[in-house]
């Protein structure tokens, strides 16, 4: 999964640029992938999900893309808001069992 | 739509007391799970119901016990709480198995044991 520790990795952006947030998956049975995106004082929301049939899925403003080759899972975020500001985290799907990695700060300047 | 509903918002229990955790849901989902989330880390299952009537442990159950009341509520007991126990708890529901649906979470009940 992704890094696990006190301090979450950290992405600062322009606003209105592109984001990049990756994720290295762990379990190569893993079929059912999801990106959380989790504001502060609140839940996760889910923001949208990939199938291991496909190596992209495009949202209202992201994408996701998976290669299953090297187990690497990323969300691209087209032109950056301030109300992107959050904390992203994948979620991989292995026989029914969803585990989560510890997330992204994304942080947009104005 | 209220989606997930947890009660209390935030908690502060003294070592050795116990309290229970409170969560409905009204998307007439099957499956509800409780998760501890803790600085750095990512969420941890600790119960989960995949229907009503059933429940099962998860990564972390110890010092910790679920029951799933209905189809609608599930909730989270600490019998005897103790400060390892100090963590954000989120519960969840889906519509049917981890392998083919996301999860609505609530907005968490936030616990710290002194």
């Known amino acids: 999964g992704e890094n696990v520790g006190l301090h979450l990795p950290t992405l600062s952006v322009q606003e209105g640029d592109n984001s990049i947030i990756n994720c290295a998956y762990s379990?190569?049975?893993?079929?059912?992938f999801i990106w959380y995106k989790q504001e502060s004082g609140k839940g996760p929301q889910f923001i949208i999900d990939?199938?291991?049939?496909?190596d992209k899925r495009q949202g209202q403003r992201v994408t996701v893309l998976l290669n299953k080759t090297v187990k690497h899972l990323s969300l691209q975020i087209a032109a950056t808001q301030p109300g992107d500001s959050a904390v992203y985290f994948c979620?991989?799907?292995?026989?029914?069992?969803?585990?989560f990695g510890a997330g992204t700060r994304l942080t947009v300047k104005p | 739509n209220a989606g997930v509903t947890q009660t209390p918002k935030f908690q502060v229990l003294k070592t050795g007391q116990s309290m229970t955790l409170q969560c409905a849901q009204d998307?007439?989902?099957?499956?509800m799970y409780w998760y501890r989330q803790d600085p750095g880390m990512g969420l941890r299952l600790i119960y989960y119901?995949?229907?009503?009537?059933?429940?099962d442990k998860g990564e972390v159950p110890n010092g910790y016990n679920v029951s799933r009341l209905n189809k609608r509520e599930f909730s989270l007991r600490l019998e005897s709480a103790a400060p390892s126990q100090t963590s954000v708890y989120f519960c969840?529901?889906?519509?049917?198995?981890?392998?083919?649906?996301?999860?609505?979470f609530g907005s968490g009940t936030r616990l710290t044991v002194v």
């Open positions: 119901s995949a229907s009503e009537g059933t429940t």
């Open positions: 998307m007439n989902h099957n499956s």
């Open positions: 979620a991989e799907n292995a026989n029914n069992d969803m585990r």
């Open positions: 990939i199938r291991s049939n496909m």
């Open positions: 379990n190569s049975a893993s079929d059912y």
């Open positions: 969840a529901s889906s519509e049917g198995p981890a392998a083919y649906y996301g999860y609505t």
